[in-house]
C-alpha cells in the first residue's frame, strides 16, 4: 500500500497508508516521505525505507 501520511511523535515516525492504517513505525527523525519511500535521519545517516518498511538504501 501507498504512504499516505507520515508523522514524528517524539523520537519516532508513524507511516500510515490512505485507510489511516499504521505500516510502520520507526526511530529518528522524519526528513520528508513521498508515496513510496519515507527518510529517517539517525545521526549523521539518512535511511530510505519503501512502503513496507523495508531498508531501501542509505546516504
Do not use: P, W
Not at 507511516?15 to 549523521?44: A, D, K, M, P, W
Request: one cysteine or more; glycine letters at 16%.
Amino acid at each position: 500500500m501507498a504512504i499516505a501520511a507520515v508523522t514524528q511523535r517524539g523520537d519516532f515516525v508513524y507511516v500510515y497508508n490512505e485507510r489511516g492504517g499504521l505500516l510502520f513505525t520507526l526511530s529518528g527523525e522524519l526528513q520528508g516521505y513521498t508515496g513510496g519511500t519515507v527518510s529517517i535521519r539517525r545521526g549523521s545517516f539518512v535511511y530510505v525505507y519503501d512502503d513496507k518498511g523495508h531498508l531501501c538504501f542509505t546516504r
